[in-house]
């Protein structure tokens, strides 16, 4: 018995040392990146860093990034190095909150930041800085945005940074940090944070000097094209374009130098904190084969929204009567301002679940009524129209805020292919939904110049803008994506047709007007003070709206849903 077990322990002995000398005389490249420790979840502190470029980072002396150079040339260009802190790329990228474990007894790290140079030059460091967690006044840390250069070397900006939610949870809070260079577009004069029609946001986040920064303001939860204005100029800072720019000079950074800037349109959900940023920044503009380094704005999340299931919001627009006095809407007993023919009203914030709708006339009569459902996240259109004869109706649109969409081989999705495109990353977007709410017209079309049909791209669907019934969208199977990109800068030009099944584009209307790109310029003519403009970015509805009769036209109306 005891033999057995002895010639077993030798045995498993054996094996043991054999396994242990194959694992020892395995060589470095055998321990794959993958299976090292992932830090990245590791308790924060109130330190981040913030950056538009990339860097590389040293935290009291460690390496926290991959300190990994490789030449644009090289077949390993692109290739990620990750390390244990930055387990996607192995650089430091937009932003990153220091772990609380760099932090010594006085709640203090030293942060270097800088480029790997490659094996044949050393490392090179662009700036060292001491940072201080403060649980009640948090920080960023801006890399690279000073004022003013030292032989080319910009250093870092501290900037406080909240920890305050909304007051109202049906909204957001915001402010403007100016972190301009010295010298170069808005460095001088102060700016002001503004809505897509160029009117200020609030005269907190007005006329900020460089390198100050605003309070935080409290706005409706909704979708922004937050503009950035120079005060006393008419000009607009940049906003920093998710694919490089081309300007027609060095100091212009307008799109095809139209004085349409570029500004991304996004939703911002309710219970975030953002902050507008403007700060030198690469990479976004170039004039000829030159790179142009411009103040440009960023938007950066402080704090980020939780899913929103609560909320939805819902607007009226007037088609239906004529006249300055207009409608109303009442929602579950709670009466909104008056809305005149043509316009939309302002947004009303609903719970989710159901809502009863009513649309009166100015003297408070009853025009006609109708019960929705609001789920969170809603963005909904209640248009008020017209039908044959005398009388009033209500159809209900959802708009696509975010102007994503999803494309597969199949257009209703049964493909189950995950190729989502979002504009953010992209480019702007004049992205149009088309109605028709004329009732004596069974079907239109509509087109660009000359009965030009829309064709499909990638934030376009031709078939949104044809064989359109009266009141009716487009169906959801038919057309999961209803919207025309009608391009910023030279877009605008629609016209509408009677089409038939199978005709298109059928017979020009010809007692509407044509759309023009000034039907999509929202913004004031003194912001366009050469005359020169182009259409600007939204999310708009193009709607046919009257009679068609012996004695009334239609007429072609542009409604913006974005601010």
Known sequence: MSITITKTFYHTLLAGVLLLTAACSKNKEDVRTGNEPDYSNSARSSVRLVTFNTWDL????????????????????????????????????????????FLDSKGEAIIKVG?????????????????????????????YTSAVDHLGIYSTTRVPRTTAIPADPTHIRIRLVNLCTATG???????????????????????????????????PAGTYQFKVLIDGTGAQIPGRP??????????????????????????????????VVVARISGGYQYGDNPLYPNTSVVVTDIDPPANIAYGRIQLVNAAVEGEKGIHMRVDGHDAPAVAYGKAGDYVTLVTGAHAIRITDAAGKSLVEKNIQVNGG??????AYPIAGTGTTLTVVTNNMGGTRMIGTNADGSDALNNLYNPLKFKMLVQTRFLNLCPELPEVTFTGVNGTLFKEGMFSSAAAAQHLL??????????????????????????????????????????????????????????????????????????????????????????????
């Open 378 to 383: 809603d963005n909904l259109t209640v248009w």
């Open 185 to 219: 577009n808005g460095s001088t004069e102060g700016l002001t944070l503004a809505f897509a029609d160029g009117t200020p946001v609030n005269t907190t986040t007005s006329h900020i000097a460089n390198h100050t920064w605003s309070d935080y303001v409290e706005l």
């Open 115 to 143: 480029l790997a140079q490659g094996a044949s030059q050393p490392d090179y460091l662009v700036d060292s800085f001491t940072v201080k967690d403060d649980y009640y006044q948090p920080s960023d840390y801006y890399l």
């Open 242 to 275: 998710p694919t490089l720019i081309s300007t027609i000079s060095p100091d212009n950074y307008s799109l095809n130098g139209t004085q349409v800037y570029y500004n991304p349109v996004q939703t911002f959900q309710p219970g975030g904190v953002y902050t």
């Open 470 to 563: 009266p009141g009716q969208a487009p169906s959801p199977v038919a057309v999961p994506y209803p919207y025309v990109d009608l391009g910023t800068v030279t877009g605008g030009a629609v016209q509408v047709y009677r089409s038939q099944p199978g005709v298109l584009p059928g017979d020009r209307i010809t007692g509407v007007p044509a759309l023009t790109t000034a039907d999509f310029v929202k913004m004031p003519a003194t912001f366009y003070p050469d005359g020169n403009f182009g259409a600007e970015a939204g999310v708009y509805t193009v709607a046919l709206v009257g009679h068609n009769t012996a004695g009334a036209h239609p007429q072609l109306i542009v409604i913006k849903h974005n601010q």
């Open 58 to 101: 040293i935290v009291n002396g460690t390496k926290v990034t991959n300190w990994f150079f490789v030449p644009s040339n090289s077949p390993l260009a692109g290739v990620p190095f990750p390390t244990p802190y930055f387990p996607t790329t192995g650089k430091l990228k937009d932003s990153w909150y220091l772990p609380q474990q």
